[in-house]
Every structure is written in structure tokens, then in C-alpha cells.
């Protein structure tokens, strides 16, 4: 089946790092893939949505310039978390769904654990 | 988006039937449904769609009454290592993305 990809499964670094993750979708090309952060014991919250060859559309309250999005490739779309602060310490997720797969389902990352000291 | 209602938590014992039901009273004609299995520090694992009546697969089944405007997840036989969170979420494939609500934390104990 398809997979997705997600890298590093884990961070920990010092405030003011900027933190890249990684997501990859494995065997189908991802037209359109999604960010979700999730806060313990909390359902997943959309960040933004990425789309190849452009720029990624960011739900309410999510800084763009905080959570940089880059989706150059069909396989590939990254997250960066610039200037990292403690209370972007959280699960981020990611998501893809592929060319003419319009009615399949999404399928998801094993999500980034990132802790901010 | 079609906003879902599920219960917060559920209790079974190892071997039982598990039925999570789901409400969606403003389910969309587009929207299908989808439910999702997630354990900790995991990303969701995708369990089954439908989009009316019944499907079936090798882990559960999904029934989806003629209005749509409930479903319920059956897992049949379930064993320690389904304890979880499961996800109902509705919406339209080709008009994504999808919204995750509350979802219901299913415990299961020997």
C-alpha cells in the first residue's frame, strides 16, 4: 500500500533553532500533501496545505513565516520551524494524497516529535 | 466540512465486538467517510471508507445507513493491541483536507 514517509521521527534542540522535517510519499506522487500538529492529548489541527510547484495555503492563526512550507517535488514537501520556542514543542504530522487518487485515502507520516528546550 | 460527533471513550473486554458510532447530520452529497486508527506518538493509519451502506475489509467493517447521517465502525473480536483512538471524518475526497474532531480513545482490557 501507499507510505509516507516522515523524517526525523524526533528533535530536540535549544530556542531560536530552525528545525526542518521531511516528508516523503514512497510510492505514488503526492500532488497535495498536509501539515497537522498535534498537542498531547489533542486531535490532530491542520496547518497548511501544500501543493506542488506552489505555495502552501495556511489555516487561521498558523504564522507562514513561522512554519515555512516548500513542496518542490511530487515526492517531497518539507516543514520548517524557524527561530524554534518552547511552545512549538508538539507532534507535527504530515499527510499526501496522489495523482488520480482523488477518492482514496489520505495516508499519513509517522510524525515528528519535536521538543524545544 | 460535515462536523462529526463521536463518544470521547469506550471500554471492551479482549474478544468482544466493538461498534463506534458516529454522528454526521450535515454530511455532504460528495462526502465520504473514513475512519482512522491512531496510537500514541503514531501517525493515523487509514482503517476503512465507504460511502453508503456496508464495506468490509480484512480488519472491520463500516455501515452507513440510507440518510448517511450516522456510521458505525465495527471491530470485530478485538484484542489489547487495539486500543487506540479512532477518527471518524467526513469530507469530500477531491476537496480536501480532512478535519480531525475529537475522536473516541477505545480501551480494550483482558
Known amino acids: 500500500g501507499a507510505v509516507v514517509s516522515q523524517h526525523p521521527s524526533r528533535v530536540i534542540c535549544k530556542s531560536g533553532t530552525s528545525v526542518k522535517i521531511e516528508c516523503r510519499s514512497l510510492d505514488f506522487q503526492a500532488t497535495t500533501m498536509f501539515w497537522y500538529r498535534q498537542f498531547p492529548k489533542q486531535s490532530l489541527m491542520l496547518m497548511a496545505t501544500?501543493?506542488?510547484?506552489?505555495?502552501?495555503?495556511?489555516e487561521q492563526g498558523v504564522e507562514k513565516d513561522k512554519f515555512l512550507i516548500n513542496h518542490a517535488s511530487l515526492t517531497l514537501s518539507t516543514l520548517t520551524v524557524t527561530s524554534a520556542h518552547p511552545e512549538d514543542s508538539s507532534f507535527y504530522i504530515c499527510?499526501?494524497?496522489?495523482?488520480?487518487?482523488?477518492?482514496?485515502?489520505?495516508?499519513f507520516g509517522d510524525g515528528t516529535r519535536l521538543s524545544i528546550l | 466540512l460535515a462536523k462529526t460527533t463521536q463518544p470521547i471513550s469506550m471500554d471492551s473486554y479482549e474478544g468482544q465486538e466493538v461498534n463506534i458510532t458516529c454522528s454526521h447530520n450535515n454530511i455532504a452529497t460528495n462526502d465520504y467517510i473514513t475512519w482512522y486508527q491512531q496510537f500514541p506518538s503514531q501517525g493515523p493509519r487509514f482503517i476503512i471508507q465507504g460511502y453508503k451502506t456496508k464495506v468490509t475489509n480484512e480488519v472491520a467493517s463500516l455501515f452507513i445507513p440510507a440518510d448517511r447521517k450516522s456510521s458505525t465502525l465495527s471491530l470485530p473480536r478485538v484484542s489489547l493491541s487495539d486500543t487506540a483512538v479512532y477518527y471518524c471524518l467526513v469530507g469530500d475526497p477531491r476537496n480536501t483536507p480532512l478535519v480531525f474532531g475529537k475522536g473516541t480513545r477505545l480501551s480494550v482490557i483482558a
Open positions: 501544500s501543493n506542488e510547484g506552489s505555495k502552501a495555503t495556511y
Open positions: 499527510s499526501a494524497m496522489g495523482q488520480g487518487r482523488s477518492n482514496q485515502p489520505q495516508h
